[in-house]
């Protein structure tokens, strides 16, 4: 039986995504810091799917988190064959106001941490010739994102960062792919403080991203966006000029 890693499990879309997953027979190892929520979900799924549940209890946006998660993956044995970075949070309002320790939380959290966690499961991956790692970009990657510019810039990293390395992987069995959502149902508007956003309005849930992602896995291309509104926003994008482009964006943030 294969395993999937899910990092941000405790709910949204890393919770779902362990149901879709579990439901497919992938035993799971799931990361995230909420103990009583990771053990209620692991008893959960392991009563409703014949697959084992691993939780770890850490917090991710520390520096050496993601070596940690390493280490005690290694020290019971599990072999990661899909590993989801899926754990991160944003960050809005002016930049010039904000909270720079909580900004450095968060890049360590969306951009660091997941290098880390690629980096250190690649290697394995290669040694197996085989292996998936899904990396959860947003549409927010595809133009800067005034009053949520920190986050904007995090989520446009992860979507370069992981179609550079797919290709470089192309020649191999290891599968790299970043997923690009917009808005989804999720506790990250709370924490963002843009839960009355105009783009967080009848927006898709969870769990219909969390089969995307698993339906996504082994797709050929690079990176995929989810819904097909994104998708027409995202080339639309492309033949609107900057400053437009920038209001636009600011409008349906704030």
């Not at 941000?8 to 992938?26: L, M, P, R």
């Not at 959960?44 to 939780?55: G, L």
């Not at 009355?196 to 089969?211: C, H, Y």
Request: include cysteine.
């Amino acid at each position: 039986m294969k395993t999937a890693l899910i990092t941000g499990a405790s709910s949204g879309i890393g919770k779902e995504t362990a149901y879709v997953f579990a439901k497919n027979n992938y035993d799971l190892v799931l990361v995230a810091r909420r103990k009583d929520v990771l053990e209620n979900i692991k008893t959960d799924i392991e009563s409703r799917f014949k697959v084992k549940v691993t939780i770890i209890i850490t917090d991710l946006s520390v520096l050496n988190s993601s070596n940690e998660v390493y280490q005690l993956i290694k020290e019971k044995n599990i072999v990661v064959d899909v590993l989801i970075n899926n754990a991160g949070f944003g960050v809005s309002g002016n930049f010039a106001e904000s909270d720079i320790e909580k900004v450095t939380e968060m890049l360590l959290l969306n951009m660091i941490t997941l290098t880390r966690l690629t980096k250190l499961f690649l290697k394995d991956m290669l040694n197996l010739n085989s292996g998936n790692i899904i990396n959860i970009a947003s549409t927010a990657s595809f133009q800067p994102v005034p009053y949520m510019a920190c986050y904007g810039a995090t989520k446009a990293y992860v979507l370069n960062f992981t179609e550079a390395i797919a290709y470089e992987l192309r020649k191999t069995k290891v599968k790299v792919i970043a997923i690009c959502p917009g808005a989804t149902e999720s506790e990250f508007s709370k924490v963002a403080g843009v839960e009355n956003a105009l783009m967080f309005k009848s927006v898709p849930s969870s769990k219909e991203l969390g089969q995307f992602i698993f339906d996504s896995m082994n797709s050929s291309k690079y990176s995929k966006i989810h819904g097909l509104k994104n998708r027409i926003l995202k080339n639309l994008g492309l033949f609107t000029p900057r400053r437009l482009e920038l209001a636009v964006t600011a409008s349906i943030v704030k």
